[in-house]
C-alpha cells in the first residue's frame, strides 16, 4: 500500500488537493452521491398575485409595468417570499406568452374569411395507384369547401388553387387563415411572419386579401380543424 500525501494523489489523479481532502476526512465516498436540488415553480396564492399585478400592468404606462425583477422584489418586501428569482423570472415569462395566444371566434360574417390548407390522398389514376395533393379550401362561415388535386404542393399548384376556388365561390374573403405553409412563408412563423412569398404577395396584391398565418400545432387560432376528406 502506497503512503502518498494529498498533494501526491491529487497529482496523480489529476484532481484537485479539495477534493481529496474531502474524500480523506470522509466527506465523499464514490459510491455515494448527493441528491439533486429541484427548484419548485411558484404556485398557489403567490402565483395568483402575480398574474392579477401583470394583469393591473396592462392599464399602467408601459415604464411603470413589473418587470421579473420588480416582481421578485415586491414578493419578498411585501410577502416575504422565500424563493429564487430564476423561478419569479420563469413564471413571468409563462404568464406573459399566455397573454398573446390568439383565438380566433367560431362565429364569422359571410364573406369574411376561409380556411387554407394541404391535404394528402391515395388515388387511382389510368388504373394506377398514385399519391396526390389535396388543395383544401373551405369558406368560415357555411364550411363550404373546396379541394383540388395537384401533383405536388408546389408554389404553383398553391397559386393555381387559389384562383380556382376564388372563381369556384365567385369570389374572394376579406382574409384568409393559413398554417405555417413554405408557399407562402419566407422568414418567421404564426404571428412572427417577418416575409412572405413574392409569388405570394403578388396574389395577394391581385386579389386584395389579407392573410393570417396560425402558430404551429394551434388549431384554436383557426377556428375550425385542419381540412378532412371524407
Not at 70 to 85: C, D
Not at 133 to 155: E, G, I, T
Request: glycine share 6%.
Amino acid at each position: 500500500m502506497e503512503k502518498l500525501s494529498q498533494r501526491a494523489i491529487a497529482r496523480k489523479l489529476g484532481i484537485s488537493r479539495n477534493t481529496v481532502k474531502r474524500y480523506c476526512n470522509g466527506e465523499n465516498v464514490p459510491w455515494e452521491s448527493k441528491p439533486r436540488q429541484y427548484e419548485c415553480p411558484v404556485t398557489g396564492p403567490i402565483r395568483l398575485t402575480v398574474q392579477r399585478w401583470l394583469e393591473e400592468d396592462k392599464q399602467a404606462p408601459k415604464k411603470q409595468r413589473h418587470t421579473a425583477t420588480r416582481v421578485y422584489k415586491r414578493l419578498v418586501e411585501e410577502y416575504g417570499f422565500t424563493g429564487s428569482y430564476s423561478a419569479v423570472r420563469d413564471l413571468v415569462r409563462e404568464l406573459r406568452s399566455q397573454e398573446h395566444k390568439a383565438y380566433i371566434p367560431l362565429e364569422f360574417d359571410p364573406g369574411e374569411a376561409a380556411q387554407v390548407d394541404w391535404g394528402e390522398a391515395t388515388v387511382y389514376l389510368n388504373e394506377k395507384k398514385v399519391k396526390v395533393q389535396l388543395f383544401c379550401y373551405r369558406l368560415c362561415n357555411s364550411s363550404a369547401p373546396y379541394v383540388a388535386f395537384f401533383p405536388s404542393q408546389r408554389s404553383e399548384s398553391f397559386l393555381a388553387g387559389h384562383v380556382q376556388a376564388f372563381e369556384f365561390f365567385g369570389g374572394v374573403p376579406r382574409r384568409l387563415i393559413y398554417d405555417n405553409l413554405k408557399t407562402a412563408v419566407k422568414e418567421g412563423w404564426g404571428r412572427y411572419v417577418r416575409a412572405q412569398q413574392p409569388a405570394f404577395l403578388a396574389l395577394r396584391s391581385h386579389y386584395a386579401f389579407s392573410a393570417d398565418f396560425c402558430n404551429p400545432g394551434a388549431g384554436n387560432e383557426k377556428g375550425y380543424g385542419k381540412c378532412m376528406i371524407m
